[in-house]
């Protein structure tokens, strides 16, 4: 079994940042990945972010290219999403998510096996 819960959401204004973490417990040593994605109401669940468990190797979203940075520490089972320069376009509801299987790439939310419960980013132009 795995559990992973989301943290440091919140209401923030256009161009402040935000870190968000994500903590795993449970077997996590069958991660091969973990990632972030968002849900706005009435669109479709996306792709921010990826890391892969081991080698730290790292993808995004290209709306958010250069302005957030993923980050894990394996040690301590967590993630972190560090969001810069963040735009009233980048609210919704983001949540953390880990895959249990090998897969050449992990852009699509159903290559993940684990969620979070997500946690609400809301930023105000």
């Known amino acids: 079994q795995v559990q992973l819960v989301e943290s440091g959401g919140g209401l923030v204004q256009a161009g402040d940042s935000l870190r968000l973490s994500c903590g795993a417990s449970?077997?996590?040593?069958?991660?091969?990945?973990m990632g972030w994605f968002r849900q706005a109401p009435g669109k479709e669940r996306d792709f921010v972010a990826g890391i892969r468990w081991s080698g730290g190797s790292t993808n995004y979203a290209d709306s958010v290219k250069g302005r957030f940075t993923i980050s894990r520490d394996n040690a301590k089972n967590t993630m972190s999403l560090q969001m810069n320069s963040l735009k009233p376009e980048d609210t919704a509801v983001y949540y953390c998510?880990?895959?249990?299987?090998?897969?050449?790439?992990?852009?699509?939310?159903?290559?993940?096996?684990?969620w979070g419960q997500g946690t609400q980013v809301t930023v105000s132009s």
């Open positions: 998510a880990a895959a249990g299987t090998y897969s050449p790439s992990y852009y699509t939310s159903n290559k993940y096996d684990y």
């Open positions: 449970g077997r996590t040593y069958i991660f091969y990945a």
